[in-house]
């Protein structure tokens, strides 16, 4: 089955900085990958995906980058603010069901 | 979104008691979803529905189980064989499609007494 790796596990960068989350998968067939984010306590929202037929996408401060060839993705945040602060995680899609990777905790300092 | 309901927000189990979680959603979305989520972790799928009286188990059922009588409904009970089952619980859902993401209820803390 599909198996998916992130990291890092923890990022710290300053406020205005940029941020790189990295994302491996395993299986070839997987077509979709999105990316959430969690603030303390509360559910993941969607910020970004991706899908199989295109390399890049970006929304705002946001941007996805996908290697299907390497099998991995990234999510980038340019001026990073406190505000993004929070865990992101990705996931792709595997038989039936998404497969989430263990998670990146951003913090964001002023 | 406001679209999936889950509740309570927060419920207690005491020793060799069956709890259920409730998952509502009006989005008329296929498949549901439930994860399990400990504190600094990710998302450990627990069972997952992609049609209406039909559900199977994800990576940690053991000690769970579901119903799907409704489309709208996906219920989680967790039974006293689950012997750790303090945790934060998540209900998502989804169209059926495979290129499509799945959205998240606010999600129910579970404690022991």
Request: charged share 20%; glycine share 8%; proline share 4%.
């Amino acid at each position: 089955g599909e198996n998916v790796e992130q990291h890092p596990s923890t990022l710290s960068v300053q406020e205005g900085d940029s941020a790189v989350i990295k994302c491996t998968y395993s299986d070839s067939a997987s077509n979709y990958f999105p990316w959430y984010k969690q603030e303390l306590g509360k559910r993941p929202q969607l910020i970004i995906d991706i899908r199989s037929n295109v390399g890049e996408k970006k929304d705002q401060r946001i941007a996805v980058t996908l290697n299907k060839t390497a099998k991995h993705f990234s999510l980038h945040i340019t001026e990073t603010q406190p505000e993004d602060s929070a865990v992101y995680f990705c996931a792709a899609i595997g038989f039936q069901k998404l497969v989430f990777g263990t998670g990146t905790r951003l913090l964001v300092s002023p | 979104d406001g679209g999936i309901t889950q509740s309570p927000k927060y419920l207690f189990r005491k020793e060799g008691q069956n709890v259920t979680l409730s998952c509502e959603q009006n989005l008329n979305h296929d498949a549901m979803y439930w994860y399990r989520q400990d504190p600094g972790q990710g998302l450990r799928l627990i069972y997952y529905s992609q049609i209406v009286n039909d559900f199977q188990k994800g990576d940690i059922a053991e000690g769970y189980s579901v119903s799907r009588e409704k489309k709208e409904s996906f219920p989680l009970t967790v039974t006293s064989a689950q012997k750790n089952p303090t945790a934060f619980y998540l209900c998502a859902s989804s169209m059926q499609d495979r290129q499509q993401p799945q959205h998240f209820g606010d999600g129910t803390r579970l404690s022991i007494l």
